[in-house]
Nanobody, 125 residues
């Protein structure tokens, strides 16, 4: 499975970015997808996840109300999006998307089998 995450970049505090994660249709359309992030010197942490059909979503407390995860299984690459609004400097990190081992979202990175290469998000104060 190959995942391609993109959409990162530089934003100002209070700004917005939208990340996208495209996966091979054959293996991802029935699986949950999650976003994680890792800041310099910190461990990778859960950000958001979505079930296979988009009916269930989870968010970390730090992004709830600011970030929205969604997915489009109708397109050829089953793209998952992470809309990030009201960005804060604390959101600066490399963001990774991952395909879950099951259909249901999880906050645990061990429940994800395939990982993208990561995309850098930098929020300036």
């Amino acid at each position: 499975v190959q995942l391609q995450a993109c959409g990162g970049g530089l934003a100002q505090t209070g700004g917005s970015l939208r990340l996208s994660c495209a996966a091979s249709r054959r293996t991802s359309s029935n699986n949950a997808v999650g976003w994680f992030r890792q800041a310099p010197g910190k461990e990778r942490e859960f950000v958001a996840a979505i079930s296979w059909n988009g009916g269930s979503t989870y968010y970390s407390d730090s992004v709830k109300g600011r970030f929205t995860i969604s997915r489009d299984n109708a397109n050829a690459r089953n793209t998952v999006y992470l809309q990030m609004n009201s960005l804060e400097p604390e959101d600066t990190a490399v963001y990774y998307c991952a395909v879950g081992r099951s259909s249901w979202p999880s906050t645990n990175s061990r429940d994800y089998a395939y990982w993208g290469q990561g995309t850098q998000v930098t929020v300036s104060s």
